[in-house]
């Protein structure tokens, strides 16, 4: 059962970091920043920019996931179950 909510939790965070992302990243922004990288037309730029703020989202709920479950008081998961 605590398993089952660590991975609900990371789900959740994922989702609402790509939400958050997506509403503070204004969509000119969006084109300058892959443009930066040498990505041109409108579907690559939609890829890149889908591909960054995910890799983005794993990143930031994999660290709270950790940061909530396993490093509080030095509990491991074998421990905690």
């Keep these: 059962m605590k398993s089952i909510t660590l991975v609900l939790i990371w789900f959740v965070v994922v989702l609402l970091s790509l939400l958050t992302l997506y509403k503070l990243v204004t969509p000119e922004a969006q084109y300058s ?33 950790y940061c909530v479950f396993f490093d509080h008081n030095k509990i491991t998961l074998r421990e905690w179950d």
């Design 33 to 65: 920043m892959a443009e930066h990288f040498g990505i041109y037309g409108d579907e690559l730029i939609m890829d890149f920019v889908l591909y960054v703020f995910f890799a983005a989202a794993i990143f930031l709920a994999s660290l709270v996931t």
